[in-house]
C-alpha cells in the first residue's frame, strides 16, 4: 500500500511539473505569434495599435491583409486574454500573460511572462 502510495505521489508531481512546462511554453509561443502579428501591423500601417484598438486589430481585414495579421487572439493556458499596453516598460508595447494565479507578479506558474522579459531569453 505504501508503495503504491509513493508511486501514485511521484506520478502526480511528474504530471503536474509537465503541464506547468505545457502551460508556460504555450504562453511562449502565443507571445510571439502576437508579437509577430504586432510587426506586421506596423509594417502596413507605420505604427503600433493603440491601447484601444488592442490586439483584436491584429485579426481584423484590412486592405493591406484581408484576411487580418493573424488568424485569431489565444486566450492564456488559463483561460484569461493577454493584455497589451502602448507603451510597454522596456519597449513601445508589451503583451503580458499575469500567470497561473492572475494577478501581477508571482513565483513558478503564478508570475508574469512579458514579450519584453521574452527577447532576452
Known amino acids: 500500500m505504501i508503495i503504491l502510495g509513493l508511486l501514485a505521489t511521484a506520478t ?5 511539473t509537465y503541464l506547468d512546462n505545457a502551460r508556460m511554453s504555450k504562453v511562449t509561443i502565443d507571445i510571439a505569434t502576437i508579437d ?13 495599435p493603440t491601447n484601444d484598438e488592442g490586439l ?6 484590412t486592405k493591406n491583409s484581408p484576411t487580418g495579421y493573424i488568424n485569431k487572439i489565444s486566450k492564456d493556458p488559463w ?7 502602448n507603451p510597454g516598460s522596456k519597449n513601445p508595447y ?9 494577478k501581477e ?16 531569453d
Do not use: H, Q
Open 105 to 120: 507578479g508571482g513565483l513558478k506558474t503564478d508570475r508574469d511572462i512579458s514579450s519584453a522579459d521574452l527577447e532576452n
Open 12 to 16: 502526480t508531481v511528474a504530471t503536474r
Open 94 to 102: 508589451e503583451i503580458i500573460c499575469l500567470g497561473a494565479d492572475g
Open 79 to 85: 483561460k484569461r486574454r493577454y493584455l497589451y499596453i
Open 56 to 61: 483584436e486589430v491584429l485579426t481584423m481585414p
Open 36 to 48: 509577430k502579428g504586432i510587426a506586421s501591423f506596423y509594417a502596413a500601417t507605420g505604427r503600433y
